[in-house]
């Protein structure tokens, strides 16, 4: 039998959890935590060379994520406002729907989309230079990955 990337860890921590202490518990949950900041460190740009934005993409074991400009506007020479489609197929052991935030970092992040474990949907013209998509667990609210937006020079 072929287990899933991260099963056997996962398993670990589900038997820990039904005869162990909560520091083991805990030291499950970190080394997940870990693990996940770890992939989502690993980013890369899925934008194509002149658009107005920079989308880089990052995701952990199991999930893909797909990001592109549909269209942006220019203001002062940079990109502003644009659209951006985003494409998801999660194949995580337990994990059947996703919830997608926005946020730019200087507000809470709010509930942009709520969907199965694979799908595509475009924002509005509402992504800026720093805006970031999370997309996590639905269930669980564990990360599943992001996409990073960087204004560019408008061509």
Do not use: H, Y
Not at 38 to 54: D, I, K, M, N, Y
């Amino acid at each position: 039998m072929k287990t899933a990337p991260g099963a056997c860890g996962a398993l670990a921590c589900l038997l820990l959890a039904g005869c162990c202490d909560q520091a083991a518990v805990q030291a499950c949950e970190a080394e997940r935590a870990a693990r996940t900041a770890q992939a989502l460190e690993r980013e890369t740009v899925s934008s194509q060379p002149g658009e107005a934005f920079e989308l880089r993409v990052a995701a952990v074991e199991g999930v893909k994520i797909d990001a592109s400009v549909a269209d942006a506007a220019c203001i002062d020479g940079r990109g502003a406002g644009a659209r951006v489609r985003v494409t998801w197929e999660v194949k995580v052991p337990g994990v059947n729907a996703v919830r997608i935030l926005a946020g730019n970092g200087d507000k809470a992040d709010k509930t942009w989309v709520e969907a199965g474990a694979s799908g595509t949907e475009a924002t509005g013209p509402w992504i800026n230079d720093g805006a970031v998509l999370r997309i996590e667990s639905q269930s669980t609210g564990e990360s599943l990955g992001l996409i990073r937006a960087k204004a560019r020079a408008c061509p």
